[in-house]
């Protein structure tokens, strides 16, 4: 049908019997247009945010997100308006295996927060959502409650991109949440690969969360994400599973003290925790606020966020060049003959790239 209406309006007709030539998705166009239509000037939505108006703070998370590069320009010139406005919250990284029970316990904990009068944002990095096509962090859907609370406020980890790509929209979206009035941030990952990396390099706090197992607790979950966690929380410790979960963190705890104190002097805690049950949040709660004394005082906190964003320019900056080197029309006129040369054993690796980048550099 659409098809048809599509035939029937194009310019470009021809006989029947003739291929209809490609036409413009229209569609798209439309889309188009209307995307550009609807972008306000960046001091409406700095406005906007900064009164807490949740639709513009959507809107500007979006701009975040897209690939277009006029939206690049205008969503970074939001992020500069509301970066010093930011700062004033708790970030809390969240992670462990997909099953752990992270939505369930972000609802637990999300939920008691609010009932304090916290303002709660819930943020995600999943950089398997490109592949998937669907984030399976951070959705609604996972957080009924939260989902319906005025207080808090829910976004799907981005979806397009590198997971460096994803992890700076998630940052800059942590920023305009934190302008927005914010004062508490979540940022969940799977705890499956880099992506832990990525979000201890944002937040304050690492919460690793994990599963009381039969003799294997310290399986499946490597050194060094251990090594990052500021508290470790067994989940689903209730019913059968509260023995297992009490063996489990004595064991963590042990384990916790192989390592060497990390530079904030903070001692890791393990707790044992249960959704089901609604019991943790409070312990959570004393904790993080053990912790922030701590770090508030000694100066570490203000050290840690000092560097991280220094690390950030560092990785923007790597994440461009990369992103340069690869758009280059050159660069993909000639990779994947450089690339057979080093594959087929005629040039060194070493050889491959330092042609690669004269190419790039014009040196060629
Ligand atoms: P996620 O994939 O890490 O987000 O995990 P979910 O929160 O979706 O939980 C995975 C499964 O564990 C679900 O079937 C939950 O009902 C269950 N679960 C979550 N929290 C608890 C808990 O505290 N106790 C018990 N017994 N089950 C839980």
Known sequence: MEEQNHTLDSALSVNSGIDQP????????????????????????????????????????????????????????????????????????????????????????????????????????DPSSEKSGGSILGDKTRMENLSNDPLAFIRPSPAAGSLGGVARKTRETMILCEAAGFNVVFIETVGVGQSETAVHSMVDFFLLLMLAGAGDELQGIKRGIMEMADAIAITKADGNNVRASEIACGEYRNALHLFPLSESGWVPKVIAISARENRGSDTLAGIFAEYFDHVK??????????????EWMYSTIRENLLADFFHDHTIARRIKEVEKMVMEGRQTSWQGAKKLLEIYRRKE
């Open 22 to 125: 490609p036409s413009v998705d229209k569609k798209a166009v439309l889309r188009f247009i209307r995307k550009k239509k609807s972008i306000l000037p960046a001091k409406e939505y700095i406005d906007g945010v900064l009164g807490g108006n949740r639709t513009l703070l959507s809107q500007a998370i979006t701009l975040i997100e897209s690939q277009l590069p006029d939206h690049s320009i205008i969503a970074q010139e939001i992020i500069a308006g509301c970066l010093p406005y930011s700062g004033n919250a708790i970030r809390i990284g969240i992670t462990g295996v997909p099953g752990v029970g992270k939505s369930s316990f972000i609802e637990m904990l999300g939920t008691y927060l609010t009932n304090q009068g916290r303002k709660l944002a819930v943020l995600a990095i």
């Open 297 to 310: 005082a000694s100066g570490f906190l203000e050290r840690r966020r000092m560097e991280q964003s220094k």
